[in-house]
């Protein structure tokens, strides 16, 4: 056997040797680094941690990806949902769920929410970025018994959601919004915003423009001390109300 077939061969030899070493004895043992995930929601890493039952740095080839699948499937705001090991720790998780447009305070403290389309759901996430708190919101529920936002506030959610895709930044700065009702006819919309005194007021229809514009204006008189209780953007004449 000539010198070069036989360096071929001790390659080989080393790489698979190598190969076994890593996935029987490495692979193993080593902890898990890092959980990558693909989601069409809010959702971070101690999210995955909690609801899977994981701990950190815990062996990788010691985590069952039909496990993790089967009690993240059980959260109720995840609809589907893959996992798969991978190398050098990683843990890969597509997951694909109600995206949460706003949150809901029931009168026992529970904590639910709305996706996009006004459907309700529950959650234990704890944390992540957490939506906007809606007050005053009436539900509906369907022949089917699925309950729902009713059809008269929906339009706020269409707002909300396409405020989250165009300007993330002004959606991340709401802190809360009132339903304001006469009986079963809604009003206006009074939105807070973070770090800002001054309440806005919406028409019913409200649409993503407007809150952009609100905050711009509402920062602008905070920013020359102007203060007010609420400011009413209902129409183009633009109200102050001390």
Known sequence: MDKKKVYTLIILVTVLSTEILFFWYVAPRMPIRRIVIHANFEVLE??????????????IMQIDPHQVEALLNAESMIQEVKVKRGIFGNLYVWLRGYNPTVALITAEGKILFLDQDGFLFSSEKKTGIFPPLLQGARLESDEDGVIRLHSSMRPLLYALHQLKESDYLTHSNIAGIDAVTNGDILLYWKMSFIHIQTKAIFASYVQAQDIQRALVVLQILEEHNQFFKEVDFRTNEIVFKR
Do not use: E
């Not at 101690?46 to 062996?59: H, S, T, V």
């Open 46 to 59: 101690q999210d995955i941690y909690q609801l899977a039952r994981l701990k950190p740095k815990m062996p």
